[in-house]
């Protein structure tokens, strides 16, 4: 390189961290790659690695995974295409792995033949020292550059992945609260509806439901009694028994809640409507609001219905002194096919041979 090579090459100057770039020379020609080497070495490289047999300099790109490759164009057995080829075989394996094609061929055809193949810039031999450097630097400069954006990329990713669960735990957190609110009035100590939600998951695992429903339906079913918000304290709060207008007005809990969760495209606020409005239905067709039967009901509804009274009849209310758990099982085995869905019954009694009922 001569002074004034050497001045021009200073003013674009190569910092520390290209210099300790990983380069790989594959070139059978040994004479370029003494060139090259001592090129790389007058200009404060340290790590870069040569071979003169392409079959090896593959086996060395996987294995050393380097930073940059400087490759001969014309190859014994295997041409820089077909080296190219094997190297961008799998898109996903090295993405940002600059390829710097070194070739005598100064056609276009040649030039546009390597591009093509996978070549992200093209030196012409003899070389031109300040012409090697700058491109190699330019090759290594994009490099470190695609690997900042992948870097920055997949910090993006966690921190959107952060928002996301603080976002889901927070809508979730809403929920429990609405559902407490809901409960709060004829259930101080607030475990009802949680307790109901337990039974409810329990069944559905028991009945197969995937881990995701059963997990939805835990989240949902608390709010089944949501539409409480909209009755008289002097109805709900009633000790003994209501009167037949007093029942009715108890009876519009359903559409009340229903109405208060309906509109949603959040799955677990789909779930908790279909609840709401249906958890007093009867699989005889005997309840309210609609009188559905059978499988009409959706499923959720069947089972917290089966969730709900076992958990009423277990707790005093003001109304009720608690049932024991024997005669609580026995009743809703009594309602199978009646007011429950015999198979919600059978997950039930399962449950309940395990001892794993909620009490
Ligand atoms: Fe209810």
């Known amino acids: 390189m001569t002074d004034d090579e050497l001045k021009a090459f200073e003013q674009v100057g190569l910092d520390f961290q290209i210099k300790g770039s990983r380069l790989l020379i594959v070139d059978d020609d040994s004479d370029h790659v003494n060139q090259l080497e001592n090129l790389l070495k007058a200009e404060g490289f340290t790590n870069y690695t040569s071979t003169l047999d392409p079959e090896q300099g593959l086996t060395m790109v996987f294995s050393d995974e380097p930073d940059l490759i400087l490759l001969d164009l014309h190859l014994p057995d295997i041409t820089?295409?077909?080296?190219?080829?094997?190297?961008?075989?799998?898109?996903?394996?090295?993405?940002?792995?600059?390829?710097?094609?070194?070739?005598?061929?100064?056609?276009?055809?040649?030039?546009?033949?390597?591009?093509?193949?996978?070549?992200?810039?093209?030196?012409?031999?003899?070389?031109?020292?300040?012409?090697?450097?700058?491109?190699?630097?330019?090759?290594?400069?994009?490099?470190?550059?695609?690997?900042?954006?992948?870097?920055?990329?997949?910090?993006?990713?966690?921190?959107?992945?952060?928002?996301?669960?603080?976002?889901?735990?927070?809508?979730?957190?809403?929920?429990?609260?609405?559902?407490?609110?809901?409960?709060?009035?004829?259930?101080?100590?607030?475990?009802?509806?949680?307790?109901?939600?337990?039974?409810?998951?329990?069944?559905?695992?028991?009945?197969?439901?995937?881990?995701f429903e059963v997990d939805t339906l835990r989240r949902a079913s608390p709010l089944h009694d949501l539409g409480k918000i909209g009755v008289p304290d002097s109805v709900l709060l009633k000790p003994g028994r209501l009167t037949e207008e007093e029942f009715e007005i108890i009876k519009t809990h359903s559409k009340i809640g229903a109405e208060i969760l309906e509109g949603s495209e959040y799955h677990l606020l789909e779930m908790a409507k279909d609840i709401a409005i249906a958890h007093h239905e009867k699989f005889d067709g005997t309840g309210y609001p609609n009188g559905l039967k059978g499988e009409a009901i959706p499923l959720p509804a069947r089972i917290v219905s089966v969730a709900d009274v076992f958990d009423a009849l277990t707790h005093e209310r003001c109304y009720k002194p608690a049932w024991p758990l024997e005669d609580a099982v026995t009743e809703i085995v009594s309602q199978s096919g009646k007011q429950f869905d015999p198979n919600v019954v059978e997950a039930f009694v399962k449950l309940a041979e395990q001892h794993r009922v909620v009490i």
């Open 80 to 211: 820089g295409a077909n080296f190219l080829k094997h190297l961008r075989a799998d898109p996903n394996r090295f993405p940002f792995l600059p390829v710097l094609i070194m070739t005598d061929d100064t056609s276009h055809e040649t030039r546009r033949h390597a591009l093509a193949s996978g070549a992200n810039d093209i030196l012409v031999k003899p070389f031109d020292a300040i012409e090697v450097l700058l491109r190699v630097q330019n090759l290594l400069e994009v490099k470190r550059l695609n690997h900042k954006i992948e870097k920055h990329s997949e910090e993006l990713e966690v921190l959107v992945g952060i928002r996301t669960a603080e976002l889901e735990h927070t809508r979730l957190e809403v929920l429990e609260r609405l559902a407490i609110a809901a409960e709060y009035r004829d259930d101080d100590t607030r475990d009802h509806t949680r307790r109901v939600g337990h039974s409810a998951s329990l069944m559905a695992q028991a009945m197969g439901l995937t881990p």
